[in-house]
């Protein structure tokens, strides 16, 4: 047997102990007292039965309960070789603990012990004679207890606990760090200390620690702000769940830090931090963090970041989708690093997202944008100042106005019998024979020419289409310059919405001269269709046959 067991039995007397006393031939190395009563009597019988156990090494007693105040009279066997190591006592309930004595009876016991766990038993006091006797001790867990700063300071006395490497004061009642660690100081071979879970709050500037301390866990302990009463010595700094917004001390050995749980905005920096092999920023408020804040750490090899709002910006998804390795520095990847923003990707994991050119360089690409619609209007507007685009506008805008109108328009602000669009190379022809024929003819015509009637100042646009409004015909000289001429082109586009329109014959061709089919530029292809759906008038070179055409020509004006 290598491990017994004895559970929910009550011993008041020592001979109710007699049971027990076969266990004193056992090998067993360990046994555990679960759920059983003792008295100041039956301590001392057990004790003497556990001496009796030759290869006990390990005694427990688990939610025990003592009646008594430790009047112990313990007869130590002399020239006995004690095997018992460790001692645990946890969630023992002593119902007089106010009345015990400083256990002297026990002193004797106490020396070969080099593991003591005594937990949530209300100790609130380790006499220091006792303290002194324990010279083997290696490791000692007072966790869950009521030590304060004053019985800490007797508890932890000079000369006792020599040996001890190992403290574990976790969720006691100390407040006040200084002291705490001025108690423990002369604790010289003190390499881990646990005082987590205390209520420090604000810390001082300076502290004396164990010159040898290693570890330090100062989690849950209240503490806004880290000073440098933090020792220099450590190895690894446990700070997590204390609210702290930032960390900045130098710490030229640490290896591991844990800042789990706290109020961080950014990775600490590293140039303090030299030698730091692994941390953990867990559950912050961290949003991100750069390629150069990573590599500047040149001995990582764990991080923790997970459960962080990360906000998966193009520069940060860059560096997680491109930094080598990354997976396996990251504790808990990727399953526990969750983007947060932007709105589309969130809830998603930072690995698996991947942002479009649009979302990566948005102001890049509506600059571009910009330039790119800037340049097209431009374009437009260069073209449309070649092209003459507001006449088509116009045009349009006055053929949508025809189609509104009646069938039987009221009679207009007529000025002219005819609008004349010619070529400027056929003015002379125009202008010398033409005009006076007809405006010197009985009843004279009036005629509208751009030369003379276009209003000064105005828009050539405009004028073309007023006079073409206000006159009743509008007659073309056609020639082979005319079909050349870009402003001939737009007199007879809008001559032709007028006459297919506005139902009106208001069209009168005139061909000055012969005009091949082939010399027509595709751009006049009304012109075409006017010639193949109107009879027009030649210009002859007999004389004649003149007096015949300006008769024609006269009668077309006047219908």
């Known amino acids: 047997v290598i491990w017994l067991e004895v559970r929910k039995i009550a011993f008041s007397i020592p001979d109710e102990m007699q049971q027990l006393t076969v266990m004193s031939s056992s090998f067993a190395k360990k046994i555990t007292f679960k759920k059983i009563s003792l008295t100041d009597a039956a ?189 220099t010595t450590l190895e690894v700094l446990d700070v997590s769940a204390n609210n702290l917004k930032e960390f900045g001390l130098q710490l030229p050995l640490l290896k591991e830090l844990y800042l789990a749980k706290n109020q961080l905005k950014a990775l600490p920096g590293a140039a303090p931090l030299p030698n730091l092999v692994a941390m953990s920023v867990r559950r912050n408020k961290l949003n991100s963090f750069s390629r150069e804040e990573f590599e500047s750490f040149k001995k990582m090899q764990l991080l923790d970041a997970s459960d962080n709002n990360f906000i998966c910006s193009c520069e940060f998804l860059s560096f997680i989708h491109h930094q080598t390795g990354i997976g396996q520095v990251l504790v808990g990847w990727p399953d526990k690093y969750i983007c947060d923003s932007p709105l589309a990707v969130r809830g998603a994991q930072v690995g698996a997202v991947h942002l479009s050119l649009m979302e990566c360089h948005r102001s890049l690409v509506v600059s571009l944008i910009c330039v790119l619609v800037f340049l097209l209007i431009l374009v437009l507007v260069a073209l449309g100042y070649k092209y003459h685009a507001v006449w088509y506008l116009r045009m349009t805008w006055a053929w949508l106005q025809a189609k509104r109108k009646p069938k039987r328009a009221p009679p207009k602000d007529i000025c002219y019998d005819a609008f004349v669009s010619y070529s400027e190379n056929d003015s002379e022809w125009v202008e010398n024979i033409m005009v006076r024929e007809l405006e010197q003819a009985c009843p004279p015509f009036r005629l509208c020419l751009h030369k003379r009637d276009f209003v000064p100042g105005k828009w050539i646009v405009d004028n073309i289409i007023d006079c073409i409004e206000k006159s009743h015909k509008t007659l073309f000289v056609l020639s082979e310059h005319f079909v050349q001429s870009e402003w001939c082109k737009y007199e007879l586009d809008f001559s032709h919405f007028r006459l297919f329109d506005e139902n009106n014959d208001a069209v009168i061709l005139v061909l000055l001269e012969p005009i091949q089919s082939k010399a027509i530029p595709k751009r006049f292809c009304k012109l075409r269709k006017i010639m193949n759906t109107k009879t027009y008038l030649e210009w002859p070179l007999e004389e004649e046959q003149q007096d015949r055409f300006w008769f024609n020509l006269k009668v077309a004006l006047k219908s």
């Open 43 to 231: 301590v001392p019988a057990i004790v003497s039965i556990l001496e009796d156990m030759p290869r006990l090494v390990e005694v427990e007693f688990i939610d025990c309960r003592l009646f008594g105040t430790g009047q112990w009279k313990m007869q130590i066997k002399a020239n006995q070789s004690q095997t018992a190591r460790v001692l645990t006592i946890e969630k023992l309930s002593i119902e007089k603990f106010y009345l015990f004595t400083d256990l002297q009876g026990v002193e004797g016991l106490l020396s070969p012990l080099t593991k003591v766990t005594v937990v949530n038993t209300k100790v609130f006091l380790v006499p220091c004679n006792l303290s002194k006797h324990l010279l083997s001790l290696d490791y000692l867990d007072l966790s869950v207890n009521l030590l304060g700063d004053q019985s800490l300071e007797h508890s932890a006395c000079q000369g006792g606990w020599p040996s001890l490497r190992t403290l574990n004061l976790s969720q006691n009642s100390l407040n006040d760090l200084k002291m705490t660690s001025k108690s423990l100081s002369h604790l010289r071979k003190l390499l881990i200390l646990d005082i987590s879970q205390n209520n420090f709050g604000e810390i001082p500037d300076a502290c004396e620690w164990p010159i040898n301390l290693k570890y330090l866990n100062l989690s849950s302990a209240q503490i806004p702000k880290l000073t440098a009463c933090i020792p």
